[in-house]
């Protein structure tokens, strides 16, 4: 085997073929069916074969924190593809929304932030982008961290007409890590936000209390 062929990334989006696309369902959300083949890793082609896509738009996720008074905010709310598991369907959560035409993820992060949480971030540090079940869901998420003071937070939020019910938490970071140890909190983004903190944490103190003082 070459080098290059041993390399990651040799191919590309010009290396699958879409033979049909076919609409399964319209809602909120949308379905489709997708025939394709793709190149493989021995040389050739796949045979044709069909996958179910759920389409559903890109998202922003933020992370609030008060590098002054070194908390968190996080918001609960009912979540229903987390019925039928042992365990209850509110979770704890970051600041969220989907991303409409036009807007930048930055500008999703800002609105989402005043909606759900009536939080205005000071700064935005971008953490990652990533692809939650790549294998059937066309979804990609942006994730920040946000720099917010925390003394005011609190309360129920949410947009009526959106179904939302949103209770804001305040609390100490270490508190909110301990809940993803014990699994309390267990979606990725919260995860992934939370843990990229307890790396970045002195890091982003130090850039932020500078530009607060």
């Known amino acids: 085997m070459s080098e290059e062929q041993n390399s990651p990334f040799v191919f590309g989006t010009g290396d699958v073929e879409i033979?049909?696309?076919?609409?399964?369902?319209?809602?909120?959300?949308?379905?489709?069916k997708v025939t394709l083949r793709h190149r493989r890793f021995e040389g050739g082609w796949t045979p044709a074969f069909?996958?179910?896509?759920?389409?559903?738009?890109?998202?922003?996720?933020?992370?609030?924190?008060?590098?002054?008074?070194?908390?968190?905010?996080?918001?609960?709310?009912?979540?229903?593809?987390?019925?039928?598991?042992d365990r209850t369907p509110w979770l704890m959560e970051l600041v969220a929304g989907m991303n409409e035409p036009g807007e930048t993820p930055e500008q999703v992060a800002r609105r989402e932030g005043v909606e759900e949480a009536?939080?205005?971030?000071?700064?935005?540090?971008?953490?990652?982008?990533?692809?939650g079940s790549p294998g059937g869901c066309t979804?990609?998420?942006?994730?920040?961290c946000g720099c917010v003071s925390s003394e005011e937070?609190?309360?129920?939020?949410?947009?009526?007409?959106?179904?939302?019910?949103?209770?804001?938490?305040?609390?100490?970071?270490?508190?909110?890590?301990?809940?993803?140890?014990?699994?309390?909190?267990?979606?990725?983004?919260?995860?992934?936000?939370l843990q990229w903190l307890a790396l970045n944490r002195r890091r982003i103190d130090e850039r932020w209390l500078g530009s607060l003082r």
């Not at 896509?53 to 593809?81: N, S």
């Not at 009536?118 to 540090?125: A, I």
């Open 19 to 32: 033979l049909d696309r076919q609409p399964l369902y319209q809602g909120f959300f949308a379905m489709e």
């Open 50 to 85: 069909d996958r179910e896509l759920f389409l559903r738009g890109d998202a922003t996720c933020v992370l609030p924190y008060d590098p002054r008074r070194g908390e968190v905010v996080l918001l609960e709310q009912f979540r229903p593809g987390a019925l039928g598991r």
């Open 118 to 131: 009536n939080l205005h971030f000071l700064g935005l540090e971008h953490i990652c982008n990533y692809l």
């Open 139 to 144: 979804e990609q998420t942006t994730l920040f």
């Open 153 to 193: 937070a609190g309360g129920l939020h949410g947009l009526a007409d959106e179904h939302e019910d949103i209770r804001v938490h305040v609390m100490p970071f270490e508190g909110a890590l301990a809940m993803v140890y014990d699994g309390r909190i267990d979606n990725a983004a919260a995860i992934i936000s």
